[in-house]
């Protein structure tokens, strides 16, 4: 009998040590994500006194999201999965009302708009005319190696993510910086 009830004890402690805390449990679960914002691209150039700047809108970026508690007090595991893109991970710690996640690096894709100028020329013997110019944009993609910071409020059932993009361009020398980017995290 003794046994029995040192055995139900151990076991009656063992779950309670593996318990989560209350932030923990309000937080953990399956989410679906949409991420919005705009970042500013900078540019240096070799002697010049003035960097150029441009400020693009990202793509609306959404996917699933799975927050796991660790059982190791307030840490949880946090995994991104983008629809038809990469798969993030990080850790995080559940405190309050708040979400705290270690900064993590991933890619992002900017678009921006190029502009492009073609002249026609017409040669007649050893005249050679400028006939007109033409000016034509296209949507450029341009992939960038960022790492992300910020944190999370909980409210209820969503998470409210307030984010910083800091990064560089995979081929050229801009530079991308991101403050207030939105991430609205709904679970499941």
Not at 24 to 49: F, I, M, P, Q, S
Not at 67 to 73: A, F, I, K, T
Not at 81 to 88: K, Y
Not at 89 to 99: E, H, Q, S, Y
């Amino acid at each position: 009998m003794k046994i029995r009830i040192i055995i139900l004890l151990g076991a009656v402690l063992g779950l309670a040590a593996c318990t989560d805390s209350s932030a923990v449990r309000d937080v953990k679960g399956a989410y679906r994500y949409k991420t919005t914002g705009k970042v500013t691209l900078e540019e240096n150039y070799a002697g010049a006194t003035k960097a150029d700047t441009l400020v693009a809108n990202l793509e609306n970026e959404s996917g699933t999201m799975e927050v796991v508690s660790l059982h190791n007090g307030d840490s949880l595991l946090i995994t991104i999965d983008q629809l038809n893109g990469d798969v993030m991970v990080t850790r995080g710690k559940a405190d309050g009302n708040r979400l705290y996640f270690n900064s993590y690096t991933r890619t992002l894709e900017v678009p921006t708009e190029m502009t492009y100028f073609d002249t026609v020329q017409v040669s007649i013997g050893a005249l050679t005319l400028v006939d007109s110019i033409i000016v034509r944009e296209r949507r450029v993609l341009e992939v960038y190696d960022i790492t992300v910071t910020g944190y999370a409020d909980v409210y209820d059932n969503n998470l409210i993510f307030n984010m910083e993009y800091d990064g560089q361009s995979q081929s050229t020398e801009r530079t991308l910086r991101g403050k207030g980017i939105r991430c609205l995290a709904k679970k499941n």
